[in-house]
C-alpha cells in the first residue's frame, strides 16, 4: 500500500516549458488535491477534484490545468512555466466522506529558471 | 470563510522542555481542526485531528491538542521535547465554504529542539 504517489521528485524547467506533475493514490479516495508550498506561505491550495470527473479552483488556479484521469490519479499541468511557479508541489487524497484527514504525497520540486 | 493563524513563526526550545504551538481559527460552524507534521523534504503527516466529542486530543509521537471554542484555539502541546520533534507544524482548518473538507492552513511553526 504506497498511499499517494507523485512524479518526479525534482524537475528543473526553463520559462516557458510545459510539464505535467503526475498524482497517484492506492486508497479508493474519492477527493484529490493540488498544494503549493512557498516559504512562510503554508499550503495554499491550486485546484482540488471532490470526486471522479470533477475539478475545482482553489485559492491559486492561475497558470495551472488539471485533469483527474480516473479515480487513482490527478495530474497537474503548467502550460508555459514562469519563475513564480518554482515551488513545492504537494498532491493530498481524502476519503471523501465527513471530514477526514487528507494524505500527502512526497511533494515535487520544481525550480523554474 | 475559515482562516488560521499560527502566531510564531519559529519556536526554539530545549531539549526535555515543554512544547507549546499556538493556533487560532476562525469559522462560522463548528470546525474540524487537524495538526500536521512535515520532516525538511518529506510530505505533511498528521499529528491529530478534532471533530467532534472530547475537546483534548490526544495523537502520535506524544502530541496533544486541546479545542477550546470561548478561545477559537487549538494550540499542540508535548510535555517533554525529543531531538526528533524538530521540524515544521501546521495548523488546518476544515473548509466548509462549500467545497466539503478542503483544508485552509496556517502559515507553518518551525520547531527547533536545542541539545
Known amino acids: 500500500n504506497a498511499g499517494v504517489t507523485q512524479t518526479p521528485k525534482f524537475q528543473v524547467l526553463k520559462t516557458g516549458q510545459s510539464m505535467t506533475l503526475q498524482c497517484a493514490q492506492d486508497?479508493?479516495?474519492?477527493?484529490m488535491y493540488w498544494y503549493r508550498q512557498d516559504p512562510g506561505m503554508g499550503l495554499r491550495l491550486i485546484y482540488y477534484s471532490a470526486s471522479e470527473g470533477t475539478t475545482d479552483k482553489g485559492e491559486v488556479p492561475n497558470g495551472y490545468n488539471v485533469s483527474r484521469l480516473n479515480k487513482r490519479e490527478f495530474s497537474l499541468r503548467l502550460e508555459s512555466a514562469a519563475p513564480s511557479q518554482t515551488s513545492v508541489y504537494f498532491c493530498?487524497?481524502?476519503?471523501?466522506?465527513?471530514?477526514?484527514?487528507?494524505?500527502f504525497g512526497p511533494g515535487t520540486r520544481l525550480t523554474v529558471t | 470563510a475559515q482562516s488560521v493563524t499560527q502566531l510564531g513563526s519559529h519556536v526554539s526550545v530545549s531539549e526535555g522542555a515543554l512544547v507549546l504551538l499556538r493556533c487560532n481559527y476562525s469559522?462560522?460552524?463548528?470546525?474540524?481542526l487537524f495538526w500536521y507534521v512535515q520532516y525538511p523534504n518529506q510530505g505533511l503527516q498528521l499529528l491529530l485531528k478534532y471533530t467532534t466529542g472530547a475537546t483534548l486530543v490526544k495523537g502520535i509521537n506524544g502530541f496533544e491538542a486541546e479545542f477550546k471554542k470561548s478561545e477559537t484555539s487549538f494550540h499542540l502541546t508535548k510535555p517533554s521535547a525529543h531531538m526528533s520533534d524538530a521540524a515544521e507544524y501546521f495548523c488546518a482548518v476544515s473548509d466548509y465554504g462549500g467545497s466539503q473538507g478542503n483544508l485552509i492552513f496556517g502559515k507553518g511553526t518551525k520547531l527547533s529542539v536545542k541539545p
Open positions: 493530498a487524497s481524502r476519503e471523501g466522506q465527513g471530514y477526514g484527514e487528507q494524505y
Open positions: 469559522s462560522s460552524v463548528p470546525p474540524y
Open positions: 486508497m479508493n479516495h474519492n477527493s
